[in-house]
């Protein structure tokens, strides 16, 4: 069965980075479309970026264009995500979640990883 | 950005009522070559990820109870639980991935009366 497990909970202090993974298993990472949104607490769903099946291709939202890259390993079934100069305000749950027409909603979530920001 | 407004913010419905939940995008999420909405409905109970219920504004993802229906009218969406029952109580997300940047509605939370 399709399974996105990710990396455990991180804290991080103001301007640092951090560095989210996100394992598949039940299907081949190529094949599908893998995005990024993340969640402050008590908060809605934001979108952050995506990154596309086959040929490497990535999208970020302009909110976080310059911060925020989204890489993928084929040989290691994993997809990652990677933050930069971080603030108070990126703390959050962060989720990857598997799009399987590449441009489409979202079948299968990963569990979740908090990132904590402080000093 | 296509901003989504849900409505209500939060509603209160008696088990085996109807939940109605209320989406609204800023434009259109219509892509004309293939006549679909690009609208998703999510489930997000807490502490959990969402959960997918519906795409397409109204296709019904596999194993998801029939109680649960999605239909749209222009720009306006809607998500109706018919029959609620407890295993409801969430909060409720719409979705768009007609254009980047995706966006998601503020959510709805759902509440036994």
């Known amino acids: 069965q399709v399974q996105l497990v990710q990396s455990g909970a991180e804290v991080k202090k103001p301007g640092a980075s951090v560095k989210v993974s996100c394992k598949a298993s039940g299907y081949t990472i190529t094949t599908y479309a893998m995005q990024w949104v993340r969640q402050a607490p008590g908060q809605g769903l934001e979108w952050m970026g995506w990154?596309?099946?086959?040929?490497?291709?990535?999208r970020y939202s302009q909110k976080f264009q310059g911060r925020v890259t989204i890489t993928r390993d084929t040989s290691a079934s994993t997809a990652y995500m990677e933050l930069s100069s971080l603030t108070s305000e990126d703390t959050a749950v962060y989720y990857c979640?598997?799009?399987?027409?590449?441009?489409?909603?979202?079948?299968?979530w990963g569990q979740g990883t908090l990132v904590t920001v402080s000093s | 950005d296509i901003v989504m407004t849900q409505s209500p913010d939060s509603l209160a419905v008696s088990l085996g009522e109807r939940a109605t939940i209320n989406c609204k995008s800023s434009?259109?999420?219509?892509?004309?070559?293939?006549?679909?909405?690009?609208l998703a409905w999510y489930q997000q109970k807490p502490g959990q990820p969402p959960h997918l219920l519906i795409s397409w504004a109204s296709t019904r993802e596999s194993g998801v109870p029939d109680r649960f229906s999605g239909s749209e009218s222009g720009t306006d969406f809607t998500l109706t639980i018919s029959g609620l029952q407890a295993e409801d109580v969430a909060v409720y997300y719409c979705h768009q991935y007609f254009t980047t940047p995706q966006t998601f509605g503020q959510g709805t939370k759902v509440e036994i009366k």
């Open positions: 434009q259109s999420v219509l892509y004309s070559s293939n006549n679909k909405n690009y």
């Open positions: 990154i596309s099946a086959g040929d490497v291709n990535t």
């Open positions: 979640a598997r799009a399987p027409g590449g441009w489409s909603s979202l079948d299968y």
